[in-house]
């Protein structure tokens, strides 16, 4: 888990809590929907799930995505690409 809840930002496909992990918190690889490259282990980036699911703040750790952070800003404009 991590220790905290990010805040909850507003997208056109609904609402989302967004978390910021700093680089040395990141210890694996994820796969960024947005870009579909690794982000590789030390990068900071932001993880992010679906506020309008019906686990909301306790989202499950599979609903998750984990993005580079300009991928999830560039997100609103481009939309996902998974
Ligand atoms: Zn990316």
């Known amino acids: 888990m991590f220790s905290g809840i990010g805040r909850v930002e507003r997208h056109p496909d609904g ?7 700093p680089g040395p918190a990141t ?7 947005g870009c579909d490259q690794e ?7 932001v993880v ?3 506020a309008d699911g019906p ?3 306790f989202g499950d750790v599979t ?16 939309g996902p690409t998974r």
């Open 48 to 50: 992010a799930w679906s």
């Open 15 to 21: 609402d989302w809590y967004v978390h910021r992990i």
């Open 63 to 78: 609903d998750r995505r984990h993005w580079h952070t300009p991928c999830w800003r560039a997100r609103a404009r481009r």
């Open 39 to 45: 982000i590789a282990p030390g990068t900071p980036h």
């Open 55 to 57: 686990i909301g703040a």
């Open 27 to 33: 210890a694996k690889e994820y796969r960024c929907p």
